[in-house]
């Protein structure tokens, strides 16, 4: 198992966020996780991701327990992420952001291969190599929070909603980037509310409310579920 989560619980001070969550992610598949706002969806990926304890439980990465390290010890074993609303340094060229995600690397002709190869997945990217991030569409910053994670040269993909703000024909997009990535080696763990990116990208879906596991399966097996429905509509 390349990614799991065990008897995982989190609170902010006196409020508990995440109660015993059991979460799993195999080698080369895209699994989802959904559920309303407020469910704990990101906070899962944050406990992934350092930014956040655990009060309970274990999260292990590839057989090694990572929770309680630093998030830059995360992203070196090979865990990236795309946070919601991207999070990019809007004053920094899109090639400066992209060059940010590789940080941790050495490998000067590795991290220039890999830009390349975001390039071939975002030709736009290249086309706006000196343009500001902040100045891009929504869809183009998307672009460039998927490419700057991917510079990491990660195993494991994390993404906390990332077709929030875009228009439709965006997302579809953004769902025939998903499997493309996954397609190349990168295992997805996907946060998302959009029934129709999750049904047209995931393999496996777990269902969040208030901060517990309530279902896991097969996503287009899932879809008339009472719990899948409240996940995806609140």
């Known amino acids: 198992m390349l990614l799991s989560l065990s008897n ?29 706002n407020g469910a704990g969806k990101s906070t899962i990926l944050k406990a992934i991701n350092g930014l956040v304890p655990i009060r309970s439980g ?22 990236a992420c795309v946070p919601e609303s991207r999070k990019l340094f809007p004053y920094m060229s899109v090639e400066s952001n992209l060059k ?20 071939q997945l975002f030709p736009r990217l290249k086309e706006r190599l000196r343009q ?16 700057r994670a991917l510079m990491s040269k990660p195993r494991l993909l994390l993404m906390d909603e990332p077709s929030l703000g875009l228009a439709p024909i965006v997302i579809d997009t953004l769902a025939d980037t998903i499997i493309e990535i996954n397609r190349g080696g990168v295992s997805v763990l996907l946060v998302e509310q959009n029934a129709g990116l999750v049904s047209r990208v995931a393999q496996w879906c777990y269902v969040i409310e208030v901060g517990a596991l309530v279902l896991e399966g097969d996503i287009k097996e899932m879809m008339s579920n009472d719990s899948v429905r409240r996940a995806f509509l609140g």
């Open 8 to 36: 995982v619980s989190v609170y902010y001070g006196s409020a508990m966020a995440v109660a015993g969550i059991d979460l799993s992610v195999e080698e080369g598949r895209i699994v989802s996780v959904i559920g309303a």
């Open 58 to 79: 274990s999260i292990e990465f590839d057989g090694r327990r990572i929770d309680g390290s630093p998030t830059d010890a995360v992203v070196k074993a090979g865990i």
């Open 100 to 119: 940010l995600g590789a940080y941790l690397r050495k490998d000067k002709q590795g991290i220039a291969e890999d830009l390349e190869r975001v390039f």
């Open 132 to 147: 500001r991030a902040g100045s891009l569409s929504g869809g183009e910053q998307q672009m460039l929070a998927i490419g």
